[in-house]
């Protein structure tokens, strides 16, 4: 059983262009600030970026990991506040961790972070997990 304050493992994700492809197939999501460069800068982005989804994904990954499975995970919200930028030819993280902020009726709540390059981007991140 956790306990409050409980600093939970962090966890790196690694995010490239063909990871951003495979997640575009799979989706349906083919908008092209997720795979064009040129268009991307065009509509003012500084590059590629990872798809929202897929951001919250790779965190619900985490999340259900930590509990021990989907089944598990009561709620999960976040707020999108900055994107994860994916260079051509580069690896970029999406570094996860959380804390434990409260305990309520054989539920831990989360406080995630989500990080990219030391950037946040996702804000009020949180999660409701069964033990």
Not at 74 to 92: L, Q, Y
Request: overall charge neutral; some cysteine; glycine content about 10%.
């Amino acid at each position: 059983m956790s306990e409050v304050g409980e600093v939970l493992a962090e966890r790196v994700f690694w995010i490239d262009r063909e990871m951003l492809k495979r997640y575009a197939d799979a989706s349906g999501d083919q908008n092209p600030i997720h795979q064009d460069e040129a268009f991307a800068k065009s509509v003012g982005l500084p590059d590629v970026i990872a798809h929202g989804m897929l951001t919250m994904a790779l965190v619900g990954k985490y999340v259900s990991d930590w509990g021990g499975g989907s089944r598990t995970v009561k709620e999960f919200s976040a707020r999108f506040v900055k994107p994860v930028i994916v260079p051509s030819g580069e690896k970029v993280d999406l570094t996860v961790s959380a804390t434990v902020s409260e305990l309520v009726e054989g539920c831990a709540r989360l406080t995630i972070s989500a990080t990219s390059k030391g950037v946040k981007v996702l804000g009020m991140a949180k999660a409701l997990v069964a033990f």
